[in-house]
T-cell receptor, first 115, second 112 residues
Framework: DTEVTQTPKHLVMGMTNKKSLKCEQHMGHRAMYWYKQKAKKPPELMFV???????INESVPSRFSPECPNSSLLNLHLHALQPEDSALYLC??????????????FGPGTRLTVT | SQQGEEDPQALSIQEGENATMNCSYKTSINNLQWYRQNSGRGLVHLILIRSNEREKHSGRLRVTLDTSKKSSSLLITASRAADTASYFCATGGGDSSYKLIFGSGTRLLVRP
C-alpha cells in the first residue's frame, strides 16, 4: 500500500471554530510532513515529524497544532484561523527524514476555507 | 524561500509534442527531485537524480542535471492530454538541507 490518505477532502470553518485534519500512511515511513499550498504556488513546509517526534516547526503560528499519535497517523489541529489560512493542506511521508534524499509520498490534500 | 526557479511558468503544447521544463537552483545539492501535481491534488514523485548523475530516464521522462550550472531539465516525450499538470523541481541544500524546497513550478497544458 503506497497511499497516503487525508480527511476531510474539503473543510469550511469559521474563525472561531476548532477542527482537525487527519493523515494516515501504512508504508512504515518514519517521517511525516505537513505542507501548506496557496493557489499557483509551490507547497511550503510547515512541520516535520521524524520517528513520531516533532523535528521541525517552520515558525508556524500557534493556531496550527500538529500531533503524531503513532507512526501511521498525523493530525493538524486548527483553532482561531484567519481567512488568509485558506489553502490546500498536504500531508506527506517518506521512508526517513533527510532533506532531498528520499522521495515523498503525498496525500490528496484538504482544501480548507476559513470564513 | 525558494531554492528552485522554473522556466517557463506556463507551457501549452499539442498532444504528441515534447515538453521541456527547466529548473535552476541556488546552492549545492545532494539530489534533485521532480514532482507532478494535477489540479488541486497531491503531488506525485516522478524521478530523483543524484548530484553525481547527469541524466536519468523513466518511461517518457528524461531528466538532466548540470551541477556546474545549478540547473536541471525535465523532458516529457510524446505528450498526452493526461500529462496536463503542474511540474515542480525540489531539492534541499545550503541552509535548508534538512528539508525539501519546491521550485515555483511549470504549468503544462497538453491540448488534444
Amino acid at each position: 500500500d503506497t497511499e497516503v490518505t487525508q480527511t476531510p477532502k474539503h473543510l469550511v470553518m469559521g474563525m472561531t471554530n476548532k477542527k482537525s485534519l487527519k493523515c494516515e500512511q501504512h508504508m512504515g515511513h518514519r517521517a511525516m510532513y505537513w505542507y501548506k499550498q496557496k493557489a499557483k504556488k509551490p507547497p511550503e513546509l510547515m512541520f516535520v515529524y521524524s520517528y513520531e517526534k516533532l523535528s521541525i516547526n517552520e515558525s508556524v503560528p500557534s493556531r496550527f497544532s500538529p500531533e503524531c499519535p503513532n507512526s501511521s497517523l498525523l493530525n493538524l489541529h486548527l483553532h482561531a484561523l484567519q481567512p488568509e489560512d485558506s489553502a490546500l493542506y498536504l500531508c506527506a511521508s517518506s521512508q526517513d527524514w533527510a532533506g532531498d534524499s528520499y522521495e515523498q509520498y503525498f496525500g490528496p490534500g484538504t482544501r480548507l476555507t476559513v470564513t | 524561500s525558494q531554492q528552485g526557479e522554473e522556466d517557463p511558468q506556463a507551457l501549452s503544447i499539442q498532444e504528441g509534442e515534447n515538453a521541456t521544463m527547466n529548473c535552476s537552483y541556488k546552492t549545492s545539492i545532494n539530489n534533485l527531485q521532480w514532482y507532478r501535481q494535477n489540479s488541486g491534488r497531491g503531488l506525485v514523485h516522478l524521478i530523483l537524480i543524484r548530484s553525481n548523475e547527469r541524466e536519468k530516464h523513466s518511461g517518457r521522462l528524461r531528466v538532466t542535471l548540470d551541477t556546474s550550472k545549478k540547473s536541471s531539465s525535465l523532458l516529457i516525450t510524446a505528450s498526452r492530454a493526461a500529462d496536463t499538470a503542474s511540474y515542480f523541481c525540489a531539492t534541499g541544500g545550503g541552509d535548508s538541507s534538512y528539508k525539501l524546497i519546491f521550485g515555483s513550478g511549470t504549468r503544462l497544458l497538453v491540448r488534444p
